[in-house]
Every structure is written in structure tokens, then in C-alpha cells.
């Protein structure tokens, strides 16, 4: 049950990362975010911004600090992504490791409980900010616009054995207790 628990987003948008407000993220003390890259904020396939992202980033800047932190080994293309949105990044996180996520917190100086992880996957973005103490989001991925259909097999496969160990994965807003976060920081 402990593994279904660090499963366990904070918030569970059911769409994607341009649905996550300023008004979210204030309402949930939040005043820094780590975001995945690929998937959350541009489909793989995609090697810059998209034209509705860079509003978005703007207006959750007036809220909230922005770290991008990607697993994606491509330096030159997270760079350039970070770049063409004005943010700061580290690439080669090997989430759900801790270490480059630590990294970005510490650039950040903000408290754990203060910075949000959003994330497409449960196994990587989920699980390391839950590990670190974090409050964490789940959106849903980025598509390409010119892929009539786009599967994700992995994160279908996540989502699934999150469920068999007691994750609840549904699109809605999960309120967690002190108690409950507190668990999450000793694991």
C-alpha cells in the first residue's frame, strides 16, 4: 500500500498542463513549479513551444517560479525549449530520482511544501515528487495536433498497476491531510 500512496497524485487534472490556472496554483500554496518536458508541456515530437504554451507560462510566472527538469538525455533540445520560454532546466533527470529535482529546489529556495511537480507519468514524475515530500500533478499529455490518434501504452500501463496497488488515477482534485504528506516525506 506504501507504493500506491507514493503513486498517488495531489491533483489529478484530466486534461492538459494549460488547464493548471494561476488560481490553482494559489489555491494549493504553491509558489514554485518543476515541469516535465516531454509530453506535459510538448508532444516528443516536438522540438519547441507551442503558440497556446508561452501565454500560459506568462501568466503561471506571475504566481509561481518555473524550473523545467526532463529525463530527456538531448540537452540541445530541452535547452532550446527552455530557452524559447525564458526558464531555467536540467536535463538527464533520471526520474523518479531525487537528485536533479533537489537541484532545481535548491535554485529555487523555496520549501518543499511550497513547489508543485507536474508531470504526464506516475512513475516518473508522480513517484519522485512524492518521494521528495512534493505537492504533485497530473496532467494529461501533450498531443501532436497532426497525429489523428496517439496511444500511450506506458502511461496506460502506470495507470493500471497504480490502481492494483491502490492509487485512485481519476480526474479529480485529491486532498491530502498533514498527516497523509507527512508519510510521504519519510518514505
Do not use: C
Not at 516528443?44 to 501568466?59: G, Y
Not at 523555496?110 to 512524492?130: H, K, S, Y
Request: charged share 25%; hydrophobic share 45%; proline share 5%.
Amino acid at each position: 500500500m506504501v507504493l500506491g500512496k507514493l503513486l498517488q497524485p495531489d491533483l489529478i487534472l484530466g486534461d492538459t498542463i494549460l488547464s493548471l490556472t494561476p488560481e490553482i496554483v494559489q489555491q494549493n500554496r504553491l509558489k514554485g513549479l518543476i515541469l516535465d518536458v516531454d509530453e506535459t508541456l510538448v508532444p516528443i515530437t516536438t522540438a519547441e513551444a507551442s503558440e497556446e504554451l508561452l501565454p500560459w507560462v506568462e501568466q503561471v510566472r506571475q504566481v509561481a517560479t518555473l524550473w523545467l527538469v526532463s529525463n530527456n538525455i538531448s540537452d540541445h533540445r530541452i535547452g532550446r525549449i527552455a530557452q524559447s520560454l525564458n526558464l531555467p532546466y536540467l536535463a538527464s533527470a533520471g526520474k523518479p530520482s531525487r537528485r536533479k529535482l533537489r537541484k532545481a529546489l535548491a535554485a529555487m529556495n523555496l520549501p518543499v511544501e511550497q513547489v508543485g511537480m507536474v508531470g504526464d507519468r506516475l512513475f516518473t514524475d508522480v513517484l519522485a515528487g512524492n518521494r521528495l515530500g512534493m505537492f504533485t500533478v497530473l496532467v494529461e499529455p501533450m498531443v501532436d495536433p497532426t497525429e489523428m490518434v496517439r496511444r500511450y501504452p506506458v502511461r496506460s500501463l502506470e495507470v493500471w498497476i497504480s490502481s492494483v496497488l491502490g492509487a485512485s488515477v481519476t480526474a479529480t482534485q485529491h486532498k491530502f491531510t498533514d498527516h497523509d504528506k507527512k508519510i510521504k516525506k519519510e518514505i
